[in-house]
């Protein structure tokens, strides 16, 4: 199989369609990941995704799983867990954290993570670069304070957040950060979520497949427009009495 080398130079990406009918969407190996070069990739549809050792890989996949905000699904047990689980939920309190957690959290079928060092530094560039947000839940501890329970990171060009990982050290975290995270999102502006990879996990909060053609309309509108609002540092939702 024939697969394209980046130009270190050119922040230019081969055909993506091409990728899609011939390499199972796998676009290009190589380059870096400069904040220029991720931004531009996310732009067209196309993530890095690979494993220490490995070249860099870079990855459009079709359908793509999206989520339309107004469309998210709260099932009834997650819906009784948000009304009466201690919780606070944060925007952008411990980005390094969170991204750090989400790589060495456990995968099913995964021996290793794909949030190398390398990723996680590249991301947190971002991150300070306002591309990048994280969302944090907290749960109270024996202590009186709150412990960083679950959370997750994404990408967030324009109107469009591409979400990227998630992970929970105890039961519920991660729901319910996602369940939080959506509607303060659609609140600044958001107006499509990216899941990249189907999961029962995601479909039950709606998620749905997306020919990769419409998907790359989409971005194409959405990614130059601008939010409403920024999205913040602060507490976004809490059930904490004070």
Known sequence: MDIPVLNPKSLHFPDVHKAIARRD???AVGGDL???RLLAAYVQGIFPWYSDGQP??????SPRTVLYPHKLHIGRSLAKTLRNKPYAVSANRHFPAV???CAAAPREGQAGTWITREMQKAYIRLHEAGH???FECWYPDAQGGLQLAG???GVQIGRVFYGESMFARQSDASKIAFACAVPYL????????DCQMHTAHLARFGSERMPFEDFQTALCSLSAQALSQPVGR???YSTLTT
């Open 56 to 61: 860099i890989c870079w990855w459009a996949l």
């Open 151 to 153: 959370g997750l990171y």
């Open 186 to 193: 659609a609140e600044c502006g958001i107006e499509l979520i």
């Open 234 to 236: 602060q507490v976004i």
């Open 99 to 101: 991204i750090a957690a």
């Open 132 to 134: 990048a947000h994280s």
């Open 25 to 27: 969407g796998l676009v």
């Open 34 to 36: 400069r904040t220029e």
